[in-house]
């Protein structure tokens, strides 16, 4: 089966927004792919006649199994791809992302198990996403948001969004980049801020990109 980049990437979508566990409704994916309610509807018929995915109204949309297949191998080059050209070729890691998402859809199956060779056959992005396995297999890791994180919880960095390049520049310049050790100090919701310690240094993040950031939790602090 043939298909555009644009079904392509609204299986994906529709995959992702399941998987950051938000409702599936043709009004979110829309909202995900900046595109006009009509649109998404159109597309996602569409796609249901082809049994790809499944739509009841009002109620929300669904992968079929072939549509989660294609989802994840979509997802699996882009990862792959972001992965090579952080690692090989030098881009930056708030770059990698749009170059990925223009060669995710041609990269032809040679190219990918030769790029996946040649990088080891890596588990993870540079933003710390899991990398599909060929045989559609993806962990799920259970870690916590940084914005629901309470004061004196110690933990390490895994995931940051890949989506939005200002706001990687913004995560890299807090140090908030997998591997990072780090420590929350104080979280306020009102204040709509929470105080940190990353690698020993004060930072401070706001609530919303703080929502972007998954980490994995080791145990609260003594003081």
Do not use: C, F
């Not at 994840?72 to 990698?96: C, F, M, N, Q, S």
């Amino acid at each position: 089966m043939v298909l555009s980049a644009a079904a392509e990437d609204y299986l994906k979508t529709i995959y992702k927004l399941r998987s950051d566990d938000e409702a599936v409704t043709t009004q979110a994916v829309a909202a995900r792919l900046e595109v006009a309610p009509p649109s998404a509807t159109a597309m996602i018929k569409k796609l249901a006649s082809m049994k790809l995915v499944s739509h009841t109204p009002y109620r929300g949309v669904e992968l079929t199994p072939a549509g989660e297949k294609i989802a994840l191998e979509v997802i699996r080059h882009h990862r792959l791809i972001e992965t090579y050209l952080a690692e090989v070729l030098g881009v930056a890691w708030d770059k990698v992302h749009d170059e990925a998402e223009r060669w995710e859809h041609i990269l032809s199956e040679e190219v990918e198990a030769k790029m996946a060779e040649a990088l080891n056959h890596p588990t993870r992005d540079p933003h710390g996403a899991p990398i599909p396995a060929l045989d559609g297999t993806v962990p799920r890791d259970g870690w916590t948001r940084l914005s629901d994180a309470t004061p004196g919880t110690l933990a390490t960095v895994r995931r940051v969004s890949d989506e939005n390049g200002e706001l990687l520049r913004h995560l890299s310049e807090l140090e908030l980049v997998p591997g990072s050790e780090i420590e929350i100090l104080r979280a306020v919701p009102a204040e709509g801020v929470l105080q940190l310690q990353v690698k020993g240094q004060p930072k401070t993040i706001g609530a919303a990109p703080a929502r972007s950031v998954l980490i994995e939790i080791h145990e609260a602090s003594e003081n």
